[in-house]
């Protein structure tokens, strides 16, 4: 099969497409035929040795996929080949086979495509974790998004709406706000412009927002802390702006506010059955036409580090796919 390899820890174009052994499953173990594999930021992270999780040296990049089950191990019952399915993983999605533990499967929804299929877990999973399980955000608050377009952030903004909240959208350039706006936002704020901030208390009447969505980090963190309204949640859910900010926790105090992470990774392996709880709910909603994610753009397997490099240079909105096919 023919796979994405990172042999060293640096920028995407260092990646290299191989020819490398088929997988054959052990116990527990299924095969797949990977027809559509999710990009996401962490996966340019991971590349460049710079994310919380470091696989070892070489490895195939990728965590999110969707396919069909080529082969079992002996042991698997609940799976069989020819199964359409969706797998999160920490390595591997980038090739045109992975091998994954059977319990690591969700099965394919009759109907869906696998684009849509790959797209789901990892960003979807994120923003519900966040929103529902740590921000625990009510029907007629006003959640607040930075970097609304990007992948997280879309999902956030329609599981937002899905929950009955008043949705703030914020990205950088009027074109992501308008896709913001596709998915529901109701207000849209452009954060290059120096009096954001002030659009945001406008927005809420003075109040501020119950619920700050950061993915982004940078020099957003703190204008969008003290946006926050008394007796809110920040959610800390990454740094795409590549600076880890540090924040007066006066104004935790000031305001009563919350400072809460996200780690949904981590989530997944504590709570592997409230995790998969998250993703029936996401997958019903999907079935309903209450989320639905956009899909910019598809690469072929040679064409991988073109999509890590277009995901570091914020030029994706919603997700991209990589296509081993």
Known sequence: MKAVVCETWGAPDTLTVQDLPDPRPGPGQVVIDVRAAGVNFPDVLIVQGKYQF????????????????????????????????????????FGQQLLAPAQALIPMPSGMDFDTAAAITLTYGTSYHAIVDRAK??????????GAAGGVGLAAVEIGKALGARIIA????DEKLEVC????ADVLINYSQADWREQVKTATGGKGADVIYDPVGGDYAEPAFRATAWGGRYLVVGFANGEIPKLPLNLALLKGASLVGVFWGEHTKRDPKGNMANMRQLLQWLHEGKIKPRISGRYKLED???????????????????LPH
């Open 304 to 322: 991988a580090a073109q999509a890590l490099n277009d995901m570091a240079a914020r030029k994706v909105t919603g997700k991209v796919v990589v």
């Open 137 to 146: 955000l009510k029907n007629g608050e006003n959640m607040l998004i930075l």
């Open 181 to 184: 706006r596709q998915h529901g």
């Open 54 to 93: 470091k696989p070892e040296l070489p490895f195939v990049p990728g965590s999110e996929v969707a396919g069909v089950i080529q082969s079992t191990g002996s042991d698997v019952t609940t799976f069989q080949p020819g199964d359409q399915v969706i797998a999160f993983v920490p390595t591997g999605g």
């Open 170 to 173: 914020c990205a950088s350039t």
